[in-house]
């Protein structure tokens, strides 16, 4: 199981209307990379059939078979600082992430680290 919160529901809804793309999911996955190993990703995207699907105050989030294990109680969360705001993602599977917070890396499975880059 995963968790929206209400503030990273809103914000996705809000984004969904300006994009004129209610009808698509928020797919959230993860590939290979990253400084940790592990990078996580965030698209819209229709829902397939071998998907898992959650939904949140109206946002259907989709989760695809290879990407669930890692995913496993995670909580997406929007966040806004001094230096803007974006999504948040807390995951109790992580057992180090980098400095720029969009990779990580498991106990079972690193993958292979790549150098930060934003």
Known sequence: MITLTETAADKVKE????KDHPDLALRIYVSKG????????????AAQEDDN?????????????????????????????MMGGGFSITNPNAVSSCGCGHSF???DDAGAANSCSH
Request: some cysteine; proline content about 4%.
């Open 15 to 18: 984004f969904m209307a300006s």
């Open 34 to 45: 990253g400084c940790s190993g592990f990078s996580y990703g965030m698209a819209l995207d």
């Open 53 to 81: 699907v959650y939904e949140f105050n109206g946002i259907k989030v989709v989760i695809d078979p290879q990407s669930a294990p890692y995913l496993e109680g995670i909580e997406v969360d929007y966040v806004n600082s």
């Open 105 to 107: 890396r498991t106990k």
